[in-house]
C-alpha cells in the first residue's frame, strides 16, 4: 500500500512561486509514474503535470513554462515548482502515482490534496 502526502500549499499573491512536495511511502516500485492534478471550485479535476520514470516530464497547455516537476527518486517525493501564478491557479491539488510507467492510466493512488490559493 502507498500513501500520499502533499505539502506546500498556501495563500500567494499574482506572479508569486510556490513548491508543492508529494512525499510518498510503500514501494517505489508502485511509484513510477507520478502526477500532480488540480480541481477549482465548480469544475472538474484536470491534470497539471506527469513525470514518469526514464521519460520526459509533460504538462499541462495552461502551466507550460511556468511550473516544472521533479523527482528525488532517493527521497521518493515529487515536486511541483509553480512560478508566475495565476488567480485561475488557484485549486485543490492532489497528487498521484500508478506502478505502471506509462503517460495514460488510472492512478493507483491519491494524496489528499493541497489548497493553493493565489490572490492579491
Known amino acids: 500500500q502507498v500513501q500520499l502526502v502533499e505539502s506546500g500549499g498556501g495563500l500567494v499573491q499574482p506572479g508569486g512561486s510556490l513548491r508543492l512536495a508529494c512525499a510518498a511511502s510503500?514501494?517505489?516500485?508502485?511509484?513510477?509514474?507520478m502526477g500532480w492534478y488540480r480541481q477549482a471550485p465548480g469544475k472538474q479535476r484536470e491534470p497539471v503535470a506527469i513525470?514518469?520514470?526514464?521519460?520526459?516530464?509533460n504538462y499541462a497547455d495552461s502551466v507550460k513554462g511556468r511550473f516544472v516537476i521533479s523527482r528525488d527518486n532517493a527521497k521518493n517525493t515529487v515536486y511541483l515548482q509553480m512560478n508566475s501564478l495565476k488567480p485561475e491557479d488557484t485549486a485543490v491539488y492532489y497528487c498521484?502515482?500508478?506502478?505502471?510507467?506509462?503517460?495514460?492510466?488510472?492512478?493507483?493512488?491519491w494524496g489528499q490534496g493541497t489548497q493553493v490559493t493565489v490572490s492579491s
Open positions: 498521484a502515482a500508478r506502478s505502471a510507467a506509462t503517460y495514460l492510466g488510472r492512478y493507483d493512488y
Open positions: 510503500g514501494s517505489i516500485f508502485s511509484t513510477n509514474a
Open positions: 513525470i514518469v520514470r526514464g521519460g520526459s516530464p
